[in-house]
């Protein structure tokens, strides 16, 4: 068991508070593992703290109780010996940078040769199918383009473990559901280990094997959904009556948590309610 | 964002040139109307030369006293851009000097800035006369100190915005490398700041000029622009006035362009990114 689990999360709590004053609860005890190679997908409507968890995953904010374990090791150790890579909703790259060197930034900092870089820059670029654009600069791709450098960059040093916080949440529907073909594509040729935070159902169900259903203040999980739909998943699989089954379990326990969910798998009125508070 | 990568753009072929001059061209197009209209209207008027000279008479100063003993326009205009060309990059030293201090101390950010905007209130100019007594009336450094003063604070500013308003997901994303401040620094807060330090250096250069020609005014060594400006107003000899501010315009324009020719070739990514905002 300790060698197989990557995430181990236990009664993780987070408070944001005024000073001494305590104003939300964001994260309320929450036990989760995450075995190795494993594609879970966090959901649940804004200010359920899906982003807050996957930040105390990273060491990128502290959890007020509880413990983060990543491969064994406390979260701040995990982050000093880089063992994950992250991809944030915005794509995040340098502007003075050109593709190429947006994806080397990681192993600049972690002191890798030039040759090194050079080669892995290329590979990883080949991978997401980017070769061709490697002395682009940022503002000369498309949204979508923008995000698989990002990816890039964030498996550019073969982490164990990627974090990935609503990485397709900004684009529009068709390039979302390429990227979703994409990032599987990754995974299986990777066996790395995703933990995914959505908005989305579809994208949920599609892309994980264990979906983690999260409700709203204070956040919870409220069920953890296995998926057992098979692989490889393709266009087909969207059309699958298991699919669909999958799809409306996930939403009826949204539902049941509190979310209104719309159409698009977006708690609207929690989210009016919860902005800012949370992110 | 569209959809498709846009081409890059080729820099150069006549292509280009042929676009940047047609882009050009309306504005000279003005600026040579203005001159001919300016000639026509002054002479057509029987406007008195002191009162305002027409262009033709302008440039015959500019002839007439280019290198002559009593206005030497082109030795003044040359000891003048010395001073603002040594004001420039005093000021600019001291402010990109100051500006990592302050963006890396919280402490003496807000100890510092507090002080900066308190003394960039204060008309600086006023100081003129004290300057010229502290560093020596007739020595070039008491004019590269008024306009390094004027340079100062704009340079200042603006590059402690640009160290400081960085991206906060990157520096985020720089944490999770667990990449130390000095490679934060390298690697995301100075490119970050150089379109800010551009931005300061081009208003700065104008400032510089201002600074070394007002601190001249104030008395000094005589073969200065502001000296010739001064002392040929007073002999009523207006044509060589107009003609030292001709000389003072374009030397300050020259600057300006030195510094956005500068600014392409340091941070191309960024005059292209502008252009793609347009």
Not at chain 1, 80 to 99: C, E, H, K, N, S
Not at chain 1, 119 to 143: K, V
Not at chain 1, 150 to 177: S, V
Request: proline share 6%; net charge neutral.
């Amino acid at each position: 068991m300790p060698d197989a689990t990557v995430v181990q999360l236990s009664g993780v709590d987070k408070i944001f508070g005024r000073g001494d004053v305590p104003v939300t609860t964001a994260l309320d005890s929450i036990n989760l593992a995450i075995g190795r190679g494993e594609f879970v997908s966090l959901i649940g409507p804004s200010g359920c703290g899906k982003s807050t968890l996957l930040r105390i995953i990273g060491d990128l904010t502290d959890p007020t109780g509880g413990s983060a374990v990543i491969n064994g090791k406390p979260a701040a150790q995990a982050r000093r010996d880089r063992d994950y890579g992250i991809v944030f909703q915005a794509p995040v790259l340098m502007d003075w940078r050109t593709v190429e060197d947006n994806v080397k930034l990681p192993l600049e900092v972690m002191g890798w040769d030039a040759a090194r870089r050079s080669a892995r820059a290329a590979e990883m670029l080949e991978l997401m199918e980017l070769g061709e654009f490697l002395n682009h600069h940022p503002y000369q791709l498309s949204g979508g383009m923008q995000q698989r450098v990002a990816i890039a960059r964030a498996l550019a040093f073969e982490p164990a473990l990627l974090l990935m916080d609503e990485p397709f949440g900004a684009l529009d529907e068709m390039t979302r559901e390429r990227m979703n073909s994409e990032v599987l594509r990754i995974w299986e040729q990777t066996g790395i280990t995703v933990v995914f935070v959505t908005h989305s159902i579809p994208e949920a169900v599609f892309l994980s094997s264990r979906v983690v259903v999260m409700s709203a203040r204070p956040g919870r999980i409220t069920k953890i959904i296995d998926i057992d739909l098979p692989r490889p998943r393709s266009e087909l699989t969207r059309e699958s009556p298991r699919y669909f089954e999958l799809v409306t379990e996930v939403r009826e326990e949204l539902r049941r948590g509190g979310a209104l969910v719309d159409d698009a798998g977006t708690g609207s009125a929690a989210r009016t309610m919860a902005e800012g508070a949370v992110g | 964002m569209s959809a498709a990568p846009i081409p890059v753009r080729s820099a150069g072929g006549f292509g280009a040139t042929f676009t940047r001059l047609a882009y050009y061209l309306p504005a000279v197009a003005v600026a040579a109307g203005t001159l001919v209209l300016w000639e026509v209207v002054v002479g057509a008027l029987s406007i008195k030369a002191f009162i305002f000279p027409q262009p033709s008479a302008i440039f015959a100063a500019l002839q007439e006293h280019w290198a002559s003993p009593q206005f030497p326009l082109f030795a003044s205009a040359q000891a003048t851009l010395f001073e603002a060309a040594g004001g420039l990059v005093l000021g600019t030293g001291a402010g990109v000097a100051v500006a990592f201090v302050t963006s890396r101390w919280a402490t003496t950010r807000g100890l510092l800035l507090p002080i900066a905007v308190a003394a960039n209130a204060v008309p600086i100019i006023a100081f003129a006369p004290l300057f010229n007594n502290w560093f020596g009336v007739l020595a070039p450094l008491s004019k590269m100190m008024m306009a390094a003063v004027l340079v100062f604070f704009p340079v200042m500013a603006n590059v402690t915005r640009g160290l400081t308003q960085v991206d906060p997901a990157a520096l985020e994303l720089m944490r999770s490398y667990a990449a130390g401040e000095g490679t934060i620094l390298r690697k995301v807060r100075i490119p970050n700041a150089l379109p800010y330090f551009f931005t300061a250096l081009k208003l700065a250069t104008t400032l510089s000029l201002i600074g070394a020609i007002v601190g001249e005014y104030f008395g000094g060594a005589s073969v200065v622009l502001g000296r010739v400006i001064v002392q040929s107003a007073s002999a009523l000899r207006f044509d060589v006035t107009w003609a030292a501010i001709l000389l003072a315009a374009t030397t300050g324009i020259a600057f300006y362009l030195l510094t956005a020719a500068l600014e392409r070739v340091v941070i191309p990514w960024h005059a292209s990114l502008r252009a793609t905002e347009d």
